[in-house]
T-cell receptor, first 111, second 113 residues
Framework: DAKTTQPNSMESNEEEPVHLPCNHSTISGTDYIHWYRQLPSQGPEYVIH???SNVNNRMASLAIAEDRKSSTLILHRATLRDAAVYYC????????????FGPGTRLSVLP | AAGVIQSPRHLIKEKRETATLKCYPIPRHDTVYWYQQGPGQDPQFLIS???????DKGSIPDRFSAQQFSDYHSELNMSSLELGDSALYFC????????????FGEGSRLTVL
């Protein structure tokens, strides 16, 4: 599996934007970039994914570098409920192929 | 909307006993994944099934086995339990007709004494 690198932890103030970086210099052409998050005592939760173009959904935005060797998950206005571990995962479009979690970025949101 | 259902939510076993965890995927999802998460650790992939056939295998101990049944539910069987098997076990499901997104259950917490 292609490897990703994320900061161990980040801190943000409530209602401010958060930019969570991910490096994936060995990404292959068929790898999708997925982001999941895990809130305390819960199962991982899908956030967003993309291949080449930037993506937006109700939860977040995903900005993908032109060379695809890095990406950034953007939370536009952090809330206390966004405090979680965020995982950046590469996965080719093979159904049944597993997602490899970790280590991710532990995001703390300060009131 | 229906989510992934796992049972039991909590299970306490003694060393060397056996345990079975069950997972009911979202309706019309054809792929099931099992993950193990120890205290303070990231989820570790164990095994996955697509259309009732094993599709990928991770760090699943030989003492563990799993299968997916005709109704697409899956069971994870764990034998000769060890203290180190104490963990949260997550099941996830996905649909090949969808976006590939994994939907996770709330997990089953196994405690081995």
């Amino acid at each position: 599996d292609a490897k990703t690198t994320q900061p161990n932890s980040m801190e943000s103030n409530e209602e401010e934007p958060v930019h969570l970086p991910c490096n994936h210099s060995t990404i292959s052409g068929t790898d999708y970039i997925h982001w999941y998050r895990q809130l305390p005592s819960q199962g991982p939760e899908y956030v967003i994914h993309g291949l080449t173009s930037n993506v937006n959904n109700r939860m977040a935005s995903l900005a993908i570098a032109e060379d695809r060797k890095s990406s950034t998950l953007i939370l536009h206005r952090a809330t206390l409920r966004d405090a979680a571990v965020y995982y950046c995962i590469l996965r080719s479009d093979n159904y049944g192929q597993n997602f490899v979690f970790g280590p991710g970025t532990r995001l703390s949101v300060l009131p | 909307a229906a989510g992934v259902i796992q049972s039991p939510r909590h299970l306490i076993k003694e060393k060397r006993e056996t345990a079975t965890l069950k997972c009911y995927p979202i309706p019309r999802h054809d792929t099931v994944y099992w993950y193990q998460q120890g205290p303070g650790q990231d989820p570790q992939f164990l095994i996955s099934f697509y259309e009732k056939m094993q599709s990928d295998k991770g760090s699943i101990p030989d003492r563990f086995s799993a299968q997916q049944f005709s109704d697409y539910h899956s069971e994870l069987n764990m034998s000769s339990l060890e203290l180190g098997d104490s963990a949260l076990y997550f099941c996830a499901s996905s649909s090949t007709g969808g976006t590939g997104e994994l939907f996770f259950g709330e997990g089953s917490r196994l405690t081995v004494l």
